[in-house]
């Protein structure tokens, strides 16, 4: 009789096991399908893909600076872009004040050819980069 009773246990056992099992793994699933921009997370820096897009934890610069969240891949890798390009634009400007200019646009009109038109080009770069993030990349839902 003892025999049948740790069987029935070990059964049990198993059942719950596999119950535990399944539930696990169905909430791992339900938390993926959660990922997307602005959804809280803990660790900087961690990866995950949902489907074809890739998503890195951080603190996205147009949903909340200073919360970490998911945010897509390429969000991240803009905002670094978009940081290197405002310092580019920072040093001709501080270049621009010696000479006199306040805004690149004075300067780039001033020194007029090719160096006017990488000026211009930099000051465009900087405003559609900062659109597309703002409206794609790093767009909350996304």
Known sequence: MLKASNKVRASVLVATFGLFLATTSYATSANAATVKNGVS??????????????????YNPYITPTKRTWMLTNCK?????????????????IQANIFGYKTLTDLGNA???????????????????????????CKKGK
Request: aromatic share 4%.
């Open 41 to 58: 997370c803990t660790k900087t820096g961690s990866k995950t893909k949902v489907g074809s897009k890739g998503y890195v934890c951080g």
């Open 111 to 137: 020194l007029g050819g090719q160096e006017q038109k990488d000026v211009n080009e930099l000051v465009k770069s900087i405003t559609d980069s900062e659109a597309v993030m703002k409206n794609t990349f």
């Open 77 to 93: 890798l803009s905002n670094d872009l978009l940081v290197q390009l405002k310092e580019a634009e920072e040093n001709m400007l």
